[in-house]
């Protein structure tokens, strides 16, 4: 793809998901290559996350704010989020085909990886507007936040061919309750070591 696709793809998937979806889900790229994909989006992801915490130290803990280890660790972090990911995949794969979906597991993998992209640019502009214009940049990752699962249904939807964005929307419901069992129980693994040298990596 070259840097207009890419920029028409971008600006289609804010504004026509359904069709940016189609178009994707045409896109053949090896497996393998999705997943390295993935693994950079969590790395990079996380190093934007942590150069954000360096900017905006969270407040001190004396004040009662809490920052678990795994998101004062870019290392932590970055697994924490592929494992996230990963997962995400695959729940949207399985409880979608169990409930009449026809996605592939490509299918589902190569559109996960797209809105990391978008997700890691869009942290990027808001790194950026952060420094400058604080409630604007709050204000974008709000509406951001919100349009991103609106995004999510649709491409969930297009990828199982399923008639309707609820149906989609129901496997999110429960693709996300599964991910969060999984992630707390992954967090209070994590919680029970002594990471008092690993954060500081």
């Given at each position: 793809?070259?840097?207009?696709?890419i920029?028409?793809?971008?600006?289609?998937?804010?504004?026509?998901?359904?069709?940016?979806?189609?178009?994707?889900?045409?896109?053949?790229?090896?497996?393998?290559?999705?997943?390295?994909?993935?693994?950079?989006m969590?790395?990079?992801?996380?190093?934007?996350?942590?150069?954000?915490?360096?900017?905006a130290?969270?407040?001190?803990p004396a004040?009662?704010?809490?920052?678990?280890?795994?998101?004062?660790?870019?290392?932590?972090?970055?697994?924490?989020?592929?494992?996230?990911?990963?997962?995400?995949?695959?729940?949207?794969?399985?409880?979608?085909?169990?409930?009449?979906?026809?996605?592939?597991?490509?299918?589902?993998?190569?559109?996960?990886?797209?809105?990391?992209?978008?997700?890691?640019?869009?942290q990027?502009?808001?790194?950026?507007?952060?420094?400058?214009?604080?409630?604007?940049?709050?204000?974008?990752?709000?509406?951001?936040?919100?349009?991103?699962?609106?995004?999510?249904?649709?491409?969930?939807?297009?990828?199982?061919?399923?008639?309707?964005?609820?149906?989609?929307?129901?496997?999110?419901?429960?693709?996300?309750?599964?991910?969060?069992?999984?992630?707390?129980?992954?967090?209070?693994?994590?919680?029970?070591?002594?990471?008092?040298?690993?954060?500081?990596?």
């Amino acid at each position: 793809m070259t840097r207009f696709d890419i920029q028409s793809l971008v600006f289609e998937t804010i504004r026509s998901p359904s069709t940016a979806a189609a178009r994707i889900l045409q896109i053949n790229l090896p497996k393998e290559w999705l997943w390295m994909a993935l693994a950079l989006m969590s790395v990079l992801n996380a190093m934007v996350y942590s150069v954000s915490l360096q900017l905006a130290p969270p407040l001190d803990p004396a004040d009662g704010i809490f920052l678990p280890p795994v998101l004062r660790s870019p290392v932590l972090l970055t697994l924490f989020l592929f494992a996230a990911l990963g997962l995400t995949v695959v729940m949207l794969h399985k409880l979608g085909r169990a409930m009449n979906g026809a996605a592939s597991l490509y299918d589902i993998l190569i559109l996960i990886t797209w809105l990391q992209v978008l997700r890691l640019a869009l942290q990027l502009v808001m790194l950026v507007l952060s420094l400058f214009i604080p409630a604007f940049g709050a204000l974008l990752g709000l509406v951001a936040t919100v349009w991103g699962v609106y995004i999510l249904a649709v491409f969930v939807n297009v990828a199982h061919r399923y008639d309707n964005t609820m149906k989609s929307a129901g496997v999110m419901v429960l693709s996300f309750l599964a991910i969060a069992v999984g992630m707390s129980v992954l967090m209070g693994l994590l919680g029970g070591f002594n990471m008092g040298e690993i954060a500081n990596v």
